[in-house]
């Protein structure tokens, strides 16, 4: 008889234990559905993804800065970069916010420049040396695509939004 009482008290346990369980997991993953489907139901705000992109932009300016063994021409370039793409971005995020070049120089500014530095800073003296011909190359290469997409922004050439996205999304991407 002990051992009929003992088992329904221990079942009615298990079957509490699994309810209790089940309503802990519920709300979980109903929070973590409307987490993921909020971004995507609204856009991010211009102004905090331009923030987002030249804290990005300042944290890469420290970074070059602090670095003793760095070239002063590749600093002066890498600066002038971060100022076109600090003049551009705003502007094109007003301007022209569907655009696929305003997409690539965002996506310059938020993460590739930083990447490219970074990975340059990382490696050793020596490593350096033997990459310096192909950072400088890529520098060069990010330098006229920002000055290029400032005169296209300037001039207000439309015609030419498409050309230079299409330019940038092969070369970057």
């Not at 209790?20 to 709300?27: D, E, G, H, N």
């Not at 992109?53 to 002038?80: A, P, Q």
């Not at 970074?118 to 290469?141: C, G, H, N, V, W």
């Amino acid at each position: 008889m002990t051992i009929i009482i003992v088992s329904a008290v221990f079942i009615i346990a298990l079957i509490v234990l699994s309810l209790v369980i089940r309503r802990l997991k519920t709300p979980k993953v109903s929070s973590d559905l409307e987490e993921q489907s909020s971004p995507v139901a609204e856009k991010e705000d211009p102004d905090a993804e331009f923030k987002k992109i030249l804290d990005t932009l300042i944290k890469l300016n420290l970074l070059i800065r602090t670095d003793r063994d760095f070239s002063m021409d590749l600093i002066l370039k890498i600066e002038s970069i971060i100022d076109d793409l600090k003049a551009l971005i705003p502007d094109m995020i007003t301007r022209y916010p569907g655009e696929t070049l305003t997409y690539e120089l965002k996506k310059i500014g938020a993460t590739h420049l930083f990447k490219t530095v970074k990975e340059y800073l990382d490696l050793s003296p020596d490593s350096r040396q033997t990459q310096m011909q192909a950072f400088e190359k890529t520098i060069e290469s990010l330098h006229e695509v920002c000055t290029r997409s400032r005169q296209i922004v300037d001039n207000n050439e439309i015609a030419e939004f498409k050309t230079m996205a299409h330019f940038l999304e092969g070369k970057f991407s």
